[in-house]
């Protein structure tokens, strides 16, 4: 008997794959916010002693997955594959942490869904008997984000109240088929969607409707709706893109009362100068990694939907006055092997 089954866009599996370790890495504004006391490592400088805000973004990636490796007691050597993307052009940043590591490696990119993404083919490795050890890896530099994708920081320029703050941050967590929790209980991988939205500074409109279809289409195949969850966790739409989540999903007859965003949990908007909140491939990454899995670990929460969300354009595509195209993938997960049977 196969020990996942396809429903839809649902992979649900009979024997859940764990995560056995994980950690979560960030920089000064993260030192500043909420969770600060939740992650292993804060850098107050978010140079890391590097020359250049790419190199730090590798840096801040291998601190975070040495600390995985370490909390999961295993050598890089013991992994039979490592699964990460970035926000860097081709996910350089990653490749520069792996090109000093000596372990397989496949390179994701889809923005800031990185980490479900990444996590979801992690857990289905696993549970097909592909690895017996996955490491599952994503990270975003504020500083590198903005030279990217909008313009220098020494350009002084003005953010709108639409903006979303790029979290300087990492989160790393080893996938298993056996041993004890959280475990992944099923995955939904998201379809692209556009809602024509252009601006640049709006990622969490461009965002949200990937991340309401993904839900329904997760209730749809599994008979399940939210309510049944402590939390759902969306990563990360902030101000804007959670108040279209909730009018999206309130025409579809679905009240979303236990949702919680990554980007308006790892900040304090009220009081951090981050406008409509976080975004970042590490957003939704160190949150997972920082607070979610603790808190399934301790048995403070018991099943949990946690999404990434990510806008799917480029410096190029934006410059060519195309629209941001948005994706959600989702990843079920609970305290213990036997929730939600």
Same mark, same amino acid.
Not at 27 to 48: H, I, Q, V
Not at 278 to 299: E, F, T, W
Not at 319 to 336: M, T, Y
């Given at each position: ?151 220098? !920081? @020494?350009?002084?320029?003005? +953010?709108?109240?639409?903006? *979303?703050?790029?979290?300087?941050? #990492? /989160? =790393? ?90 980007? !308006? @949990?790892?900040?304090?908007? +009220?009081?951090?100068?981050? *406008?409509?909140?976080?975004?970042? #491939? /590490? =957003? ?58």
């Amino acid at each position: 008997m196969t020990n996942a089954v396809r429903t839809g866009d649902t992979i649900r599996f009979r024997d859940s794959p764990c995560i056995s370790a994980f950690a979560a890495v960030g920089g000064k504004r993260e030192s500043e916010g909420p969770l600060a006391a939740k992650f292993d490592l804060l850098f107050e400088e978010n140079t890391l002693g590097e020359l250049t805000w790419e190199k730090a973004e590798s840096r801040l990636q291998r601190y975070c997955l040495d600390l995985a490796l370490k909390k999961g007691r295993c050598s890089p050597q013991m992994l039979d594959l490592v699964l990460g993307g970035d926000l860097q052009n081709q996910c350089t940043a990653t490749g520069y942490t792996m090109r000093e590591l000596d372990a397989p490696f496949a390179g994701l990119y889809g923005a800031c869904s990185t980490m479900a993404e990444a996590m979801g083919l992690a857990a289905c490795l696993a549970a097909g008997g592909c690895v017996s050890r996955a490491a599952a890896l994503a990270s975003s530099h504020f500083c590198a984000a903005e030279r990217q994708f909008r313009t220098p !920081l @020494t350009y002084g320029g003005k +953010r709108t109240p639409t903006a *979303q703050w790029t979290a300087t941050a #990492a /989160g =790393c967590c080893l996938v298993e088929p056996q041993g004890p929790g959280p475990y992944v209980r099923a995955v939904t991988f998201g379809r692209v969607r556009d809602y024509e939205i252009c601006d640049i500074n709006n990622m969490g409109a461009a965002m949200a409707p990937a991340a309401a279809e993904t839900i329904l289409r997760y209730c749809e195949d599994t008979g399940c709706a939210p309510s049944q969850f402590d939390a759902v966790y969306t990563g990360d739409l902030g101000i804007v893109g959670t108040r279209l989540l909730k009018e999206l999903l309130e025409k579809e007859d679905m009240d979303l009362k236990n949702h919680r965003d990554c980007g !308006l @949990t790892l900040y304090d908007v +009220r009081h951090q100068d981050v *406008q409509a909140g976080g975004s970042g #491939a /590490g =957003c939704s990454a160190s949150v997972l990694c920082a607070s979610v899995l603790p808190a399934l670990q301790k048995g403070e929460l018991n099943r949990v939907l946690f999404l990434s969300t990510g806008a799917l354009m480029s410096q190029i595509t934006f410059l060519q006055g195309e629209s941001i195209p948005g994706v959600a993938h989702l990843v079920e997960l609970s305290a213990g092997r036997e929730e939600g049977e």
